[in-house]
């Protein structure tokens, strides 16, 4: 990830994550295997309607960004999604959804340092740029 770049990745996942609390995350991390510092955590909740964003420092999350969505289940788990971040700066990045503008997010780590998307099973992702 640089400044001034935007990547985009064409994310799916088995329909049936959209019954679990918490629903599924991607993660965008400096080290694969180092989930006690993640930079950015993109996480669509179905049964709350919500998508929540947030950092991980050290084994501990900041406070959640969240923003409502009332078709988080049609857009996140039925149909394939695309997920486009703009890198601002080292730790401002903009989030679009399907070619629409969502939100700023404010990360506490350094997102230029991410080499690794990580997803857990059931989820699918390729480039989409």
Known sequence: MEVGKVVSFRISCDKSLSDISGGF????QEDNEDYENIAFHFNPRAESSKVVLNTRIRSKWIKEHIFG????????YINPFKLTIEVKNKEHILIS???KFITGYNCKLDITKVKYVCWANGVE?????
């Open 97 to 99: 959804v399907n070619d």
């Open 125 to 129: 992702i390729d480039r989409a740029d």
């Open 69 to 76: 969505d009332n078709k988080v289940k049609s857009d996140y």
């Open 25 to 28: 995350a991607v993660n965008f």
